[in-house]
């Protein structure tokens, strides 16, 4: 099933950029229960796609539909240029976890609170411990998140992105600052916390992604001008389907 389509062209703009324009065509969509990448030199505006394939930022142009799963119902949401700031609320984002090159943490709160707010309490020690070995999570779970190591700080990330609705995890980076042991941790909890989500992630982490079981590579492209700036273009690169790879050209 598509729990996201392109149903516009989207195009993007940031304001008193006479350079460049971010656009996904039409041709992009994103399935259940499948993971995808997303590759492209650096500065090539990968993460600006991430956010505007997340709804994070409000794109110039175009319609995107999400399809999430509630209570075995699904509830389908059209964002449009027009609409954004209505249909991009409280209730859009419950369905979508988010793991950013910096964590987004409640500074206010503990660890441990910094999860449940997500998790709900029933999920946070287990969720926390496969990720965390018992005695670091007895260390940090009552401490303010600032105290945190910045890997802490990311892995803390991670595990808040998995909530119990999340339709959707977007992920920017997420092995800033592990090792390789807490690396493989995070692919494992990954593999065992992602049930029927759609995940996307952006990360110049090879042998990380290589874990992942991606199905859909995708990649920035540049290619030609677009209303007097140069395009950037998100692109399919390589899809596998039934163990098989196979390139894609649109």
């Not at 996201?4 to 399935?31: A, R």
């Not at 018992?134 to 700080?153: C, F, N």
């Not at 590579?217 to 389907?241: A, D, M, T």
């Amino acid at each position: 099933m598509k729990t996201l389509e392109i149903l516009e062209p989207v195009e993007f703009i940031y304001p008193k950029d006479n350079k460049y324009i971010y656009c996904i065509p039409k041709e992009i969509s994103i399935l259940s229960h499948q993971t995808y990448s997303i590759l492209g030199i650096s500065g090539s505006g990968k993460s600006t796609i991430l956010t505007l394939v997340a709804a994070l930022r409000r794109f110039s142009k175009g319609a995107i539909q999400y399809t999430f799963t509630t209570q075995n119902a699904y509830i389908t949401t059209k964002v449009t240029h027009k609409n954004w700031r209505k249909q991009v609320g409280p209730a859009f984002w419950g369905n979508i976890g988010f793991s950013f090159q910096k964590p987004e943490l409640v500074q206010a709160l503990t660890v441990k609170e910094n999860l449940e707010i997500v998790l709900g309490k029933a999920n946070t020690e287990e969720m926390a411990l496969a990720v965390f070995d018992k005695k670091e999570w007895d260390e940090i779970k009552g401490s303010r998140v600032w105290k945190l190591s910045g890997g802490q700080a990311q892995r803390l990330g991670i595990i808040r992105a998995f909530g119990v609705n999340q339709n959707f995890v977007f992920m920017d980076e997420p092995t800033n600052n592990l090792d390789k042991s807490n690396r493989q941790k995070v692919v494992d909890f990954i593999q065992k916390y992602r049930k029927d989500k759609s995940i996307i992630v952006v990360s110049h982490d090879n042998a990380f992604t290589d874990m992942l079981n991606i199905h859909t590579i995708f990649e920035v492209h540049e290619e030609g001008e677009l209303h007097g700036r140069n395009q950037r273009s998100l692109r399919v690169k390589q899809r596998k389907i039934w163990g098989h790879s196979m390139g894609q050209n649109f």
